[in-house]
């Protein structure tokens, strides 16, 4: 599923950390900002179970917050920070799959006695005899 980059509101800010003087004078740092609610690619239940999934990444307004500052060029920490959200969003997109409980197979069992049996003997054995 892929966000058009329309419904994206992409920022710019000064960079943190190491990086010279060229820091003090570029802004570097890519901010995107998602409204999920108004996003016209996604149903009411994929806005839903984005809600929920990502519960800690959505702000107030309804909005999910993607940054990335770790390149020192714009273009490349704008498509970084557009590259995280589409993950984050597919990742809780996902649905996994729901396992259903099974019962061991009766030559398991007895493989899983018998591999008892063993370990007791050895064990048995080191036992001091007196």
């Known amino acids: 599923m ?17 990086g010279g003087q060229n820091v003090n ?3 570097t740092k890519a901010i995107i ?12 239940e994929q806005k ?4 929920i999934v990502l519960a800690n990444r959505i702000n107030s307004e309804d909005e999910m917050v993607v940054m990335s500052e ?7 920490n704008r498509e ?5 959200l589409q993950s984050l969003v597919d990742d809780a997109l ?6 259903r409980a099974t019962k061991p197979t ?12 063993i370990r007791s003997q050895i064990k048995e054995g080191r036992r001091n005899v007196e």
Do not use: Y
């Open 2 to 18: 892929q966000i058009p980059e329309s419904e994206l509101i992409i920022t710019f800010a000064r960079s943190s950390g190491a």
């Open 25 to 27: 004078k570029t802004s």
């Open 33 to 44: 900002h998602w409204p999920v609610g108004k996003s016209f690619v996604l149903s009411e």
């Open 48 to 51: 839903q179970r984005i809600r």
């Open 70 to 76: 770790e390149e020192r060029s714009q273009p490349q």
């Open 80 to 84: 970084l920070a557009i590259a995280r």
């Open 94 to 99: 996902h649905v996994p799959k729901v396992r």
């Open 106 to 117: 009766r030559s398991s069992k007895i493989k899983r006695l018998e591999s008892k049996k």
